[in-house]
Structure formats: C-alpha cells, structure tokens
Nanobody, 117 residues
C-alpha cells in the first residue's frame, strides 16, 4: 500500500508560480509512473504531467513550456513546478502513482490551486 500526501497549493495571481509536492510512503516497488491530474469545476479530471521511473516525462499541451514535473528519489517525492499560471489552471490537483498494469493505483487527496486574473 502507498500513501500520498500533497502540499503546495494555494491562491496566486495570473503570471505567478507555485510548486506542488507529492510525498509517498509505503511500498513503491511496483510503481512505474508518477503524475499530476487536475479537475476544474464541472469538468472531467485530466492528466497534466507524468514522469516514469526512468525519468521520461510527458505533458498536456496546455501546460507545455510552463509546468515542469520532477522527482526526488531519496525523498520519494514528486514535484510539479507551475510557472506563468493562468486563470484556466484553477483546479484541484491530484497526485497519482501507478503501475502500467493499473494493478497498483494510488491517489492523493487533492490540493486546490486558484489563479486570479
């Protein structure tokens, strides 16, 4: 079992920056990828970015060039650096760690990001 704890959300003005953190505890040996999703009111949850255990990254088109996902293996932590934030980035951001088979699939509790115009 893996527990995920997110932090770093908040209120920021458009153009500002935030860094989200997702710290994992428990058995992560079966995990292949770690990522961030977001869900805005009235919209479906969408993938923002993910990073594999080999360090390969992938981003949604809407955040390319503005967001950076990274990991710190010694701390079992994944980060999402968000720059040049826009009001449309406002959402609850969820951390997810999973295996490619989806047999192991863990989610954080979510952290609110609000970008004011």
């Amino acid at each position: 079992q893996v527990q995920l704890v997110e932090s770093g959300g908040g209120l920021v003005q458009a153009g500002g920056s935030l860094r989200l953190s997702c710290a994992a505890s428990g058995s992560i040996f079966n995990i292949n990828a770690m990522g961030w999703y977001r869900q805005a009111p009235g919209k479906q949850r969408e993938l923002v970015a993910f990073i594999t255990t080999y360090g390969v990254t992938n981003y949604a088109d809407s955040v390319k060039g503005r967001f950076t996902i990274s990991r710190e293996n010694a701390k079992n932590t994944v980060y999402l650096q968000m720059n040049s934030l826009k009001p449309e980035d406002t959402a609850v951001y969820y951390c997810r760690w999973w295996s490619w088979s989806n047999k192991y699939d863990y989610w954080g509790q979510g952290t609110q990001v609000t970008v004011s115009s």
